[in-house]
Nanobody, 123 residues
Framework: VQLQASGGGLVQAGGSLRLSCAASGRTFRSYNMGWFRQAPGKEREFVSA????????YYADSVKGRFTISRDNAKKMVYLQMNSLKPEDTAVYYC?????????????????WGQGTEVTVSS
C-alpha cells in the first residue's frame, strides 16, 4: 500500500482543514487506517483511526469532538476533517495503514506510512 497525504496548510485558530489520504493497492478496503501527527521536538502521536469498514472510529482525547475521520473504500481515500483548530494542533500529519485485525492507536501496529502533510495553526 502506498499512501499520499494532502490538504495541510496555514489556518487561523478556530478555523478548519480537511486532510486527505490517497491509497494505492487492491487491498485498501481490508486495512484499518490511522492519522498520527508529530509536532517539532515531540514524538509522533496518535490522532484518529478508522476500521476497515468505517464502522468504528477512535480519537485521541485532545481532538475528540473537533476532528472527524472517514473513509471511502471505493475511492481508496481516508479523510480527517479538523474543526476548531488550535495552535497546539500544529504538526506534520501522517496517514498510515494497518493490517491488524483490531483497529489500533499504537504507532508500531501500522505497516505503511504516507509522507506527511504540514498543518500550522496561528493564534
Amino acid at each position: 500500500v502506498q499512501l499520499q497525504a494532502s490538504g495541510g496548510g496555514l489556518v487561523q485558530a478556530g478555523g478548519s482543514l480537511r486532510l486527505s489520504c490517497a491509497a494505492s493497492g487492491r487491498t485498501f478496503r481490508s486495512y484499518n487506517m490511522g492519522w498520527f501527527r508529530q509536532a517539532p521536538g515531540k514524538e509522533r502521536e496518535f490522532v484518529s483511526a478508522i476500521s476497515w469498514s468505517g464502522g468504528s472510529t477512535y480519537y485521541a482525547d485532545s481532538v475528540k469532538g473537533r476532528f472527524t475521520i472517514s473513509r471511502d473504500n471505493a475511492k481508496k481515500m481516508v479523510y480527517l476533517q479538523m474543526n476548531s483548530l488550535k495552535p497546539e494542533d500544529t504538526a506534520v500529519y501522517y496517514c498510515a495503514s494497518s493490517s491488524r485485525v483490531a483497529t489500533s492507536r499504537r504507532r508500531a501496529e501500522y505497516d505503511y506510512w504516507g509522507q506527511g502533510t504540514e498543518v500550522t495553526v496561528s493564534s
